[in-house]
């Protein structure tokens, strides 16, 4: 039996987190004994945290490690992964997110190479390395020294690891011309969902959830963390541009930028327009409130949301970023629009605000489209495949 640890920064739920999750709880019992090392103290909460806990998944807390930038509490956060390492002394050491990645892989190489050294053992344990990569840090919208650290820092990580999962073509092809590093060790396995999470409410049952109340308006929605990448500021901007049409839009979600977002859709008067529903549990069964579903984000991997509103039948705009353009043919199952364009947002909504039938040719298209090349059982055997590889 493999002892497979993951290892994220944040335990409040997201894609990355979902996809440790799915992965954790869907391992083959009987091949592999499975842990989770998550930032924060272990009495620290977190969604991620209490369903690992619910699913009888033993989590370990990794003291201080958060995203913020904070030199005492890298350093801190590195010698506590260590411990933990040498302590659980896995098979596997899969890390998840750009901050868990990059001190996971030098904590996990150290190990690796001090294991080594007394070999000898029959008792020496040396994990193989695996960092899946939710979108390349470096594709954020920074300044080109902060890109270009970034970069140097997922570099670094790439190269200490035995093998990366990259999720999105996108990305993949990014991995590809990284200097110095084999080709062989990048591994493209794009995400799936788990049939059994696949559960959605009728469009009257998930309004009502939603405390929506039936209208004959096109109602646009998004599930989305309010951050700068997710690029909310440009989604008003489109439905200022759509203003007179008969549209409505729904965002779920919460995050830093969420009192910001709402002071300006209220300095605008776009109250009656837009709507915000804060953290909603188990979002995604509500997807069929939306008549058109939309995520304007400037940086993405492969979203969950994007295959949830797939596996729907609900059509999809967005941004064509990261691996958004491996989910929706342009003009075939979605409109893809420019990223940071409102008037090419405003365009692509516009074309499915009035036209029903093509919301629904889509929307059939792409249900699909999901079934077919998105499988959770195709991404497990792959990454199985991968843990049982030779290093």
Known sequence: MKKVLFVITKSNWGGAQRYVYDLATNLPKESFEVKVALGGPPTGGGLLKEKLEEAKIETIGIPYLQRDINATRELLSFFSLIKIFAKEKPDIIHLNSSKAGGLGAAAAWLCKLFGSRTSESPEVRLPKIVFTVHGWAFNETRTFRAKSAMYLSQWATALLCDSSIIISRHDYRQALSMLFIPKRKFALIPLGIPNGNLKYLPKTKAETGLNLKPSKNTRIGTIAEFTKNKGLDYLLDAINILKGQKLEVVIIGDGEEKKRIEKRIDEENLKESISTCGFVPHAAKYIKAFDIFVLPSLKEGLPYTIL????????????????????IEHEKSGFLAIPANPQSLADALGKLVDDIKTRNKFGKISKQRALEKFSFSAMLSRTIALYQSQN
């Open 308 to 327: 949830e509103a797939m596996n729907a039948g609900v059509p999809v705009v967005a941004s064509s970023v990261g691996g958004i353009p491996d989910l």
